[in-house]
């Protein structure tokens, strides 16, 4: 059973930073290509940050390039989002993804509040 679990979220000012994480159970995560997407609220979900399964360079939305940062760390079989300069509009739930043997997998997400 393949499950991933994203923890990190919370609530911050504009400005401020959180850190994302992603954990896997089921699967060996360093096998696979993995990102991150997220859903505000009334919208569409939206691509944030793919990374390859070997930690090669990594792709952004254009709404986050420059401020976020996602990383793996394949002994841990973990997944990482930097999130600097935060925004309002990052509001939002975020979710950690993989494909696998083309089967989509999604995490719970985790809420990401930007707000004064």
């Known amino acids: 059973q393949v499950q991933l679990v994203e923890s990190g979220g919370g609530l911050v000012q504009p400005g401020e930073s959180l850190k994302l994480s992603c954990v896997a159970s089921g699967i060996t995560l360093r096998n696979w290509p993995m990102g991150w997407y997220r859903r505000a609220p009334g919208k569409e979900r939206e691509w944030v940050a793919t990374?390859?399964?070997?930690?090669?360079?990594?792709n952004y939305g254009d709404s986050v390039q420059g401020r976020f940062t996602i990383s793996r760390d394949n002994t841990f079989d973990l997944l990482y989002l930097q999130m600097n300069n935060l925004k309002p509009e990052d509001t939002a739930t975020y979710y950690c993804?993989?494909?696998?043997?083309?089967?989509?997998?999604w995490g719970q997400g985790t809420q990401v509040t930007v707000s004064s």
């Open positions: 990374v390859n399964s070997r930690g090669g360079p990594a």
């Open positions: 993804h993989t494909l696998v043997s083309n089967r989509d997998y």
